[in-house]
């Protein structure tokens, strides 16, 4: 009898930075399954010849990321409803049938290890967003599915985290002025950071944290570096933080449970891996 190898991939544009090979190959490894996961450059107007290569390669799926997550939609032929929602997919499923389905993971991802880093995190306070691209999008729809009361957003373009209030904020979205975000950060339980400031190459983030409650949690997405000027700030002051890593390890472990039925977490040693690859 043949066993199946079961494979997977990423596709972007560039990709050959990308984390998600060692993630999903430690996966394999720890799990006993016989399988790869490889990543693979896709430019704009590839979509369709990597489609097709990845079915007659037996793919169980992939993942999508800068710039294809939008323009991966009207390849599927279904949409779960998450990924509808957000308008972008991060993780395709290929049936035997060759039949592709789209799903988001990202919103997921982010609240999993917001979840298990932070378990007691002040639910009764609003949280803040920072940012209003498609990570902003994801922590608005996770946490809008947590059933946090009231989230507020605020973005430098004032009008991208409006459309996001309008489109996904089941009108528990609050929009807040990028210059009052300071101030905002007063009433707050949860700050999330989704912009690219602070990203290596990036200026930092400005954000005042003098007013912040005991209890609030200071999230930032980002994860190059491990420890941005507002994490740093943030542990200055003795808040407790959470870095970006994690979310990356959740959407990837809700991705892998999609592909092969099986439940994977943020061991130690992919944490350890994954620090020496940072
Ligand atoms: P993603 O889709 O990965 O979330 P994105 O769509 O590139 O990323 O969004 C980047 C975010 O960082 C945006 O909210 C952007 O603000 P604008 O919408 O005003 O562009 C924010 N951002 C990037 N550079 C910034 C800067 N110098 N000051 C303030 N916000 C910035």
């Keep these: 009898m043949m066993i199946k190898q079961e494979k997977a991939a990423v596709i972007g544009h560039p990709i050959s930075q990308s984390l998600s090979p060692l993630i999903h190959n430690h996966w394999m490894e720890q799990k006993g399954i016989d399988g790869c996961y490889e990543a693979h450059d896709v430019p704009v107007g590839g979509l369709e010849a990597f489609i097709e290569k990845a079915k007659a390669a037996g793919l169980s799926g992939f993942n999508v990321t800068v710039p294809h997550k939008t323009d991966i939609l009207p390849f599927m032929d279904k949409v779960a409803p998450l990924a509808r929602q957000m308008g972008a997919v991060n993780t395709v499923r290929i049936e035997a049938d060759g039949t592709l389905t789209g799903f988001n993971t990202d919103g997921i991802g982010l609240i999993t290890h917001l979840r298990n880093t932070v378990p007691g995190w002040p639910r009764d306070l609003p949280a803040l967003i920072l940012g209003a691209g498609g990570a902003a999008r994801a922590a608005v729809l996770g946490l809008l ?3 946090l009361p009231v989230l507020m957003i605020t973005n430098r373009t004032r009008e991208k985290a409006e459309i996001i209030a309008k489109e996904v904020g089941r009108g528990r979205l609050t929009v807040v002025d990028w210059e009052d975000r300071h101030g905002a950060v007063a009433a707050s339980g949860l700050v999330i950071n989704t912009t690219t400031l602070g990203m290596v190459g990036q200026p ?26 507002l994490l740093k700030a943030a542990r200055q002051r003795s808040l407790r933080t959470v870095d970006g890593l994690g979310m990356l390890v959740h959407q990837g472990a809700a991705a892998f449970k999609v592909w092969f039925g099986h439940d994977v977490g943020f061991d130690e040693a992919l944490r350890k891996k994954l620090e020496t690859m940072i």
Excluded: C, M
Aim: proline share 3%; hydrophobic share 40%.
């Design 204 to 229: 930092e983030l400005e954000l005042d944290l003098a007013l912040a409650t005991r209890d609030t949690v200071i999230y930032d997405i980002v994860y190059k570096p491990l420890e941005t000027g």
């Design 145 to 147: 599915n947590e059933s």
